[in-house]
């Protein structure tokens, strides 16, 4: 007897492939066209882990800034909205609006309804636009849209993991800010990439789920005390 029903599907703006929410007998995954899966509510300690490490290592998180890119099933948020204070301010910069509709709806009780915050706001929208347009603004910048800065399911997405991407990130951190970001899959060059604008990096493995099986790569990257002058890049 077949336990999973197909219960949203979105097109992805700017590329040929679609998403699908699908209901499982316990879970919800979000899968490509093609079938392959890309995130499911059972398995997202890599996901809490990239937004609460950054903001456990805020010196004011009672009052922060924070932005994170995309949505997804609202693990991160949560997780980061749990690690700091009522005068927070996290907004949450999603691409695909289905994909909100879906956390205001069957999604939401998963991940503890972060939308519902106070302290949440949301962008309908790339989270590159904000990248470009915003210049210290943000104490935390968590960003999990995509598998990571290779094998990405939408060619426009590199560009955040470029070194014009990472220019317009660090301008957009106050100073001593600090971005995470998610990758399936570590990557030196990436690596070395962040470390040549002058961060302090940390790449720290994380399990997917519990204290075994596949892990998951996430950067942490400081323009904090210590660190090198950001280098400049022209877009
Ligand atoms: C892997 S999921 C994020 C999972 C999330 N960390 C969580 O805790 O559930 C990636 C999300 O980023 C969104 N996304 C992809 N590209 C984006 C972009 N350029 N700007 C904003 N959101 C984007 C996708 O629609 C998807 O919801």
């Known amino acids: 007897m077949r336990h999973w029903t197909q219960i949203g599907e979105a097109s ?7 998403i699908f929410l699908v209901r499982g ?14 995130m499911n509510t059972r398995k997202h300690g890599s996901e809490d882990a990239l937004g609460a490490l950054p903001c456990q290592k805020l010196s004011h ?37 289905e994909v909100v509709e879906w956390n205001h709806g069957p999604l939401g009780d998963c ?3 972060p939308l519902d915050d106070p302290r949440t706001r949301v962008y309908v929208g790339d989270v590159a636009q904000l990248l470009r347009e915003k210049r210290n603004d943000f104490d ?3 960003l999990d849209i995509d598998n990571g800065p290779e094998g990405l399911t939408r060619n426009t997405n ?3 993991y470029s070194e014009q991407g990472i220019s317009a990130t660090v301008q957009a951190l106050k100073p001593a ?4 970001y998610w990758s399936v899959s570590a990557d030196q060059r990436f690596s070395d990439r962040l470390k040549r604008h002058g961060l302090k990096v940390e790449e720290i493995s994380v399990y997917a789920h519990g204290a075994k099986g596949a892990r998951h790569t996430i950067w942490l990257a400081t323009n904090g005390p210590g660190c090198l002058r950001p280098v400049t890049v022209d877009p």
Not at 66 to 85: D, K, S
């Open 25 to 38: 007998k316990d879970d919800f995954f979000i899968k490509l066209s093609g079938g392959q899966e890309l």
């Open 111 to 113: 991940s503890g309804r």
């Open 61 to 97: 998180p009672e009052t922060a800034c924070v932005l994170i890119g995309g949505l997804g099933m609202g693990f991160t948020l949560a997780a980061a909205l749990a690690e700091l204070g009522p005068g927070a301010r996290v907004t949450v910069a999603e691409l695909i609006p």
């Open 140 to 142: 935390v910048i968590a």
């Open 12 to 18: 992805i703006p700017g590329s040929e492939k679609s």
């Open 177 to 180: 800010g600090i971005v995470s």
């Open 158 to 160: 590199s560009w955040i």
